[in-house]
């Protein structure tokens, strides 16, 4: 018999351990799970504007520089979980 593709690390069981609270049926799991997709995208994204920009929100070297964050824009992001609408830091304009 094959393994299961199921099988989970004690961090995943974790994650669906605090999942699970609060949820009373499949659809509040999938409303969680959009929510917590939508998040990790959120940071990801300002993850890589810091890189972009090298340097922190809220980070004085960016004052004057002439590179600094622009205000938000809305990101439709279209996966399995469905669509979600996200923040995103607009880039300087060159």
Known sequence: MKGSKNILTEKEMELVSLLMEDC??????????????????????EAEMEEHLGYEKHSVEGNNSGNSRNGYNRKTIISDYGESGNRCATRPKR
């Open 24 to 45: 009373q049926n499949t659809g509040d799991i999938q409303t969680k799970l959009k929510r917590l997709f939508a998040g990790t995208i959120e940071q990801m994204l």
